[in-house]
């Protein structure tokens, strides 16, 4: 038909419902454990102690993505001149390729294996993590003349980490969206106090 209307090329474009949905899965667990303890040092003073570890688990995986550059070899296909049949263009100087000729006329008129080239899945995995400790005492200093002079202190710990890690592919943004990145960090803080209760008149 382009030869007997003198065109060198045509241009068109295909709804891509039969090489299959994109689907995702996501999972989600998370662990949280806490221990405390209080209790009293002698007759004038009590302590209250405590420590969190909690932790979740993400991951997610996204099927059925496709690679642009993947798929523009796919269709690039020729006339193998030894067998007759199409195949990739770039499978006549790369035998060892694994690139199937994809036939983009029609619906459903190609290789199924042929999609195997240039869909997959890109998946995260990430766990972040969390402790936490804290300590309060409190109680009686001495005895004054208005009252007793009490003081309180208190010190807490924490700390936020994150590690993930994801595809090869999603790591060189090679799908056509999504493509998450690994990522590690943390950062922790530390905080005190102390107060001070003084009876002035009585």
Not at 65 to 71: G, I, K, N, Y
Not at 132 to 161: C, D, H, M, S, T
Request: with cysteine.
């Amino acid at each position: 038909a382009m030869v007997a209307n003198n065109l060198s090329s045509v241009s068109f474009g295909r709804w891509s419902g039969d090489i299959g949905q994109v689907t995702t899965e996501l999972s989600t667990r998370t662990f949280r454990t806490v221990l405390g303890a209080e209790g009293k040092i002698g007759s004038d003073w009590t302590y209250e102690a405590s420590y969190e570890y909690g932790e979740t688990k993400y991951e997610s995986q996204i099927h059925g993505l496709r690679q642009s550059a993947l798929f523009s070899q796919a269709l690039d296909s020729v006339i193998d001149p030894a067998t007759g049949k199409a195949v990739c263009r770039i499978a006549l100087t790369n035998p060892g390729t694994s690139c199937l000729a994809f036939n983009p006329f029609g619906v459903g008129n190609f290789n199924p294996a042929s999609t195997d080239y240039f869909t997959g899945t890109a998946w995260l995995r990430q766990k972040t993590v969390q402790n936490a400790a804290a300590f309060n005492i409190q109680g009686k200093v001495l005895e004054l003349p208005a009252g007793p002079l009490q003081v309180a202190l208190g010190a807490e710990y924490r700390k936020e980490q994150v590690n993930a890690d994801s595809d090869t592919a999603s790591q060189a943004s090679l799908w056509d969206y999504a493509n998450p990145k690994p990522l590690h960090g943390s950062y922790n803080a530390k905080e005190f106090y102390g107060e001070v209760n003084v009876p002035l008149i009585k």
